[in-house]
């Protein structure tokens, strides 16, 4: 079975532009979050309530941009998971009828967090098996 991807989907509003009619760096940032939010709001039952992920660092690339009313796909998938984090990819492109368009990337090192404690706890195994059905490499 080959490995999952991940998507969100969103559309560039009039309020996430700049003066200039291109998307304000932020917004990216921005959406990716939200991706990783649902993302784990439609894969965990328990997120929020007994776990959560903190993010401890981010890294971004701008490749190119997008504009008002561009039609904009976030990709994510799992590039690194150990017992208690896991590296989250992020691509982002701007799609129209013939074809998509990477216009930025982005990883995040997601910690796995006790809600009740507010520490970082050993990820649980229903978290893993979500994790390695996004894993881009092998099974953990």
């Not at 559309?11 to 649902?38: F, P, Q």
């Not at 784990?40 to 981010?58: L, M, P, Q, T, W």
């Not at 796995?112 to 979500?130: F, K, L, N, Y």
Request: aromatic residues 10%.
């Amino acid at each position: 079975m080959g490995k999952r991807v991940y998507t969100w989907s969103t559309v560039v509003s009039i309020k996430e532009t700049d003066l200039s009619g291109s998307v304000y760096y932020l917004n990216y940032l921005s959406w990716c979050a939200k991706a990783r939010e649902v993302f784990a709001i439609d894969n965990y039952e328990k997120f929020g309530s007994a776990y959560s992920f903190i993010i401890r660092s981010v890294e971004h690339s701008f490749i190119a941009g997008a504009s008002f009313q561009d039609r904009i796909d976030i990709e994510i998938q799992i590039d690194e998971i150990t017992k208690t984090s896991a590296k989250m990819v992020l691509n982002i492109y701007r799609r129209d009828k013939q074809q998509k368009t990477l216009i930025g990337t982005q990883s995040q090192k997601l910690v796995t967090v006790d809600v009740q404690r507010g520490r970082p706890m050993r990820t649980p195994s229903e978290v893993m098996r979500v994790l390695n059905r996004y894993h881009v490499t092998k099974e953990c």
